[in-house]
Every structure is written in structure tokens, then in C-alpha cells.
């Protein structure tokens, strides 16, 4: 076997993750399918909103995919452009979450952009399933901050980490 074909094929898996859902999870697991290894690449400044701190994230995905026995699977934070993340990891492709039109468009401008600034990294769509459709990281925050029941759509450390930001005995 050369050189080339002994290359182990690495994936980024980019995101907030604020909080990481069953939704990110199923995208995770069904990347480190399909690559050698992937890296879920928590991004560190997001203009957003933040619940949880970037070491927070990053502690809640380790301990999912250490629940999970994901073995192919590691979490890093980044800062900057992913294409820069990306190289700096050896990786050849960025792996997204799609869950409707607007995710499209958003994900296919960044991809045209991605593409322009590092025409070897490839971008890679995954459909979400149908039963994470209408979950969304901020809509469950709101949920969670008012009471609401959330418990089948975040992995139950997320929900534990939720209830001590909230106070909430169940979330």
C-alpha cells in the first residue's frame, strides 16, 4: 500500500454547538461513518449568544462521544477560518448539518466562499432525519430557560448542564 492510499481521511464537523442536540449527534456519528476520523470543531467566538462557554461545549461533546464509544471521533475549539482549522488538522473535508431551505442557502454560501479560499478541502452535506427537523439549538435553549421538556432531544448530560444554567429540577 503507498503512501497516499495509507493517508487516513479526516473530516471537521464545524460548529457552535450551543447546545450540542440529538441532531449534531446524529451528523457526528453518521461522519465518523464515513471518514477515518473526524474532529467536531467547536468554534470558540461565534457571533451568537452564548449559553455555554467554549470549554463547556467542548466538555459536553467529550462526554457524549465517550458515551457514545465514538473512537474515531475527537473535539478540538478553533478560532479563525475553518479552512485554517481544517489544514492545520490534515483534514480534506468539512461535514454540515442540513435541515431546511435557509440552512441550504447559508451552508451554500459558506461552502462557494470555503471553496474560493481552499479549493482542496471538499464540503460534505448531511441530511438530517426527519424526527430532528424542527430542532434547533436556540429554540431549545428558550424551551429549556422556560421549563419546558426538552429531555428527547439533547443527550442527558446536555440536559444536566441545562438545568444547572436554569435552575430546573427537569428540563
Not at 427537523?133 to 429554540?139: G, K, P
Request: one cysteine or more; proline letters at 4%.
Amino acid at each position: 500500500m503507498s503512501n497516499v492510499e495509507k493517508r487516513q481521511r479526516i473530516a471537521v464537523y464545524p460548529g457552535s454547538f450551543d447546545p450540542l442536540t440529538h441532531g449534531h449527534l446524529d451528523i457526528a456519528r453518521r461522519g465518523a461513518r464515513l471518514f477515518d476520523m473526524l474532529i467536531v470543531a467547536v468554534y470558540a467566538v461565534p457571533d451568537k449568544n452564548l449559553l455555554f462557554s467554549v470549554d463547556e461545549r467542548v466538555q459536553l461533546w467529550e462526554e457524549v462521544i465517550a458515551a457514545e464509544g465514538l473512537t474515531n471521533v475527537r473535539v478540538e475549539k478553533f478560532y479563525g477560518l475553518v479552512v485554517e482549522f481544517v489544514r492545520s488538522v490534515g483534514g480534506s473535508v468539512i461535514i454540515k448539518g442540513l435541515r431546511s431551505p435557509n440552512d441550504f442557502e447559508a451552508e451554500f454560501q459558506q461552502g462557494l466562499m470555503n471553496r474560493k479560499l481552499a479549493p482542496e478541502i471538499e464540503t460534505v452535506c448531511l441530511l438530517t432525519n426527519l424526527q430532528h427537523l424542527f430542532v434547533s439549538s436556540s429554540l431549545l435553549k428558550e424551551v429549556a430557560r422556560l421549563g419546558g421538556n426538552v429531555s428527547d432531544m439533547l443527550p442527558p448530560v446536555v440536559i444536566k448542564a441545562l438545568q444547572r444554567k436554569f435552575g430546573h429540577s427537569e428540563s
